[in-house]
């Protein structure tokens, strides 16, 4: 039977290729069991006291120890016997939103459908789920070609373009109109599938729905319902330009169950009428003017000291909106942090700051003060959300208002939503922006290669977010290893991935000027600049992303060779300082001849006095005739190749003093790169001790001077690593030698003194290795040159770190047992973040490759 389908089967009459049938099978069995391609997750039904302050979790299930399944078809409630409880089809869902709490099993997800229901669930994972389900909603939208009409819309007149509808009506997208257009644009072109009409229309009477193909009839009824369109709304709506949406919504119902009552006045008999309307109790959720003694909402009044913080907190937005005469102007953060401070610290305040604005915002009759409470709306909507119970009071406030930022400040509280709140109040660049009336913040971000350009950053932009929207502006092939630091005063930063930018530009901030305050106490004002640098090199090959090649990678590169950090022969060296100029000017030869001049932009600073300036000119004169025709992109490249044959390839250095081990010199050179801590001995050039001494006994004239010269000189040499006896013998040969002749001076007796197993050298042992080689008397002393990594610590190895301002701590090996690296530097910070950094991306790319395993 097997054998005849299989004859008969489509892929061996046509002769399908492999791949496709395997495509297929995997096809069919996604529209045939859709739950088995699902992403699961651990979740707990609402009950119980806790739950009592929840908003409505909906519809009772069976269960209440569920599995949420969310694939490409819905969100499926399942039990643990694989019995679907529930079952939501995107079209069904119209908001999807969850709330933190410091509680890990406390934190909850909301499913809000077209039929009005709401489904509260309690899972570690909410967050996660609800960025799930919003990943699916945004995307069908764009995608989708199907709208529903949220209201009827006539055509301003016969004969017109315009699509008449009426509400309920299911509208096909056509041309290239697609969902995307719709919430991008003001108006869209469809057919109505009632009347088969087409024409266009406003996009602010129409609802995407999240689907690709027709949703089933049963769904579109649902949306012709009354009471299903406040869960679904996505503009205000307007008809033939005449603003039709309701009164502008207020608190005035919501303070009813949640304000505390307004306090009671007394009035005398002979009030008149006008005077007795004018005493009437006070309306708690309008605009006033009177700082506040107690706060709005009657959950505060029993935390003391939280209602001393939101009484605060309105006395600032009085003062801040005008309405509060103050000496003080309004300029910086000032009032803004007063204001943001407290909710951003205790979650029971955000309700109150909220309900704080929409009162200042309700029947204000002074213009000025309700465009600054506008900005203050603009301001929270980036920083925090509200929490489920006054979420629909926020976004009906919103919604119902005419003012430009209105629709802003919503755009802005649903990105808050899925985002995540600030742990900053906002950045003085933040308040500046929407005091101008700009609500599109650009950044200036400096590049190695000394350009820059201008990127938009808003309240919740991460700074994985901003590295990838570099990324793509530059077209590199990935933003992996790249990172965002900022320059402020004489530090240099790197912003963690994670985090908010303008959260730590604000916390970095704050941070220097806690350390250097001013003399006079004023505040002082730090400026900073961003720059997007490479700053882990663990996937770096040259040539494989070209742009970042170009643009980062050589410039990066090249201020390390030329401080004499790596480890380069004579050899190496021209080459690539022929590379380097022909980087900087090409195929011109005209400044071949100024080569002498600007040695030390083109030559490695330890390498420069090997030889003289001329044999450096026609070394890399040669080196640059070999390469004639080559593009100043490809030298670039070809300059990176080589450097990429070097084990210090992509290292950040560190010049140290190290304090505990005394078998390496007190000066060292730490390299930090996907290789691990690399210990080298620095690359400074210095003449033999024998040398110094002969040439210290020409100068000083006072024999008590000459011998306090070489004690000095003495203990310099035993603090790079040489050995007591091996320094002592040669200095004192110099102070018993006779008259010195010029041909005595080049006499190096360190060369006879030496001993195979020392394994520090001084540098000019290493350019004088060519002429020890030669010589059959030292060649089986000298059998490799003198290595300058001392040792190489891998990130495995590494147990514990930390840094200070002055200091760097290093454990190697156990904790207990291991060795200690401590190193006295001003870069420790820069070190510590480094090393954090690498060792971060390691374990991360182990638990990939177990998963991975774990999957095969």
Known sequence: MYVLLHEQSYYLKEKIAALRVKEDVVGYAKFKWPLLFSRFYEAYRNSGKFYETCRNSGPNLPKNDVIIAVNWTGVYVVDDQEQVLLELSFPEITTVSSQKTNKVFSQTFTLSTVRGEEFTFQSPNAEDIRDLVVYFLEGLKKRSKFVIALQDYKAPGEGSSFLTFQKGDLIVLEDDSTGETVMNSGWCVGRCERTGERGDFPAETVYVLPACSKPPTDILALFSLEGAEHGRKLYPQQVNGTDTREKPHSLA???????????????????????????????????????????????????????????????????????????????????????????????ILRDEIYCQIMKQLTDNRNRLSEERGWELMWLATGLFACSQNLLKEVTLFLRTRRHPISQDSLQRLQKTLRNGQRKYPPHQVEVEAIQHKTTQIFHKVY???????????????????????????????????????????????????????????????????????????????????????????????????????????????????????????????????????????????????????????????DLIKIQNATDWKRSIVAAYNQDAGMSPEDAKITFLKIIYRWPTFGSAFFEVKQTTEPNYPEMLLIAINKHGVSLIHPQTKVDCPHSLAIRAKRIFSDHNDLLQYNKKLQHAFMNRGYPKALVCSQIDRAQNSGPTTSTETNIIPLVTTYQPELHKLNNLLKTGFPLLQSSTTTQHIFKEPPKEILVTHPFTRISNWSSGNTYFHMTIGNLVRGSKLLCETSLGYKMDDLLTSYISLMLTNMNKQRGTLRIK
């Open 447 to 605: 590049f190695p290669d000394d350009t820059d350009e201008a990127f938009e950053v808003d309240s919740s932009t991460r700074a994985k977010d901003f590295c990838q929207n570099i990324s793509q502006r530059l077209n590199l092939r990935s933003s992996e290893g790249f990172s965002l630091f900022v320059k402020i005063a004489d530090k240099v930063i790197s912003v963690p991935e994670g985090d908010f930018f303008f959260d730590f530009v604000r916390h970095l901030t704050d941070w220097i000027k806690k350390a250097r305050p001013s003399r006079d106490g004023s505040s002082l004002q730090f400026t900073y600049q961003v720059f997007f640098m490479k700053k882990l090199w663990t996937n770096t090959v040259p040539g494989k992303d070209r742009n970042a090649d170009l643009i980062f990678h050589f410039h990066q590169e090249l201020p390390k060779l030329l401080r004499g950090y790596h480890k380069c022969t004579k050899e190496e060296a021209s080459r690539l300082a022929a590379l380097v100029y022909r980087v900087r000017f090409g195929e011109s030869k005209q400044e071949l001849q100024a080569i002498p001049q600007m040695l030390r932009e083109l030559v490695p600073a």
């Open 253 to 347: 119902e919501y303070a009813l169950d949640h304000f505390r009552p307004p306090p009671k006045r007394t009035m005398s008999k002979a009030l008149t009428l006008t005077s007795a309307r004018r005493g009437t109790p006070e309306e708690l959720w309008r605009h006033g003017r009177e700082p506040l003694k107690q706060p709005l909402l009657k959950k505060l009044l029993t935390k003391e000291e939280l209602a001393e913080e939101a009484c605060f907190a309105f006395n600032a937005m009085l003062k801040y909106m005008g309405d509060l005469p103050t000496k003080r102007p309004r300029v910086g953060n000032e009032y803004t942090d007063q204001i943001f401070d407290g909710p951003l610290k205790h979650e």
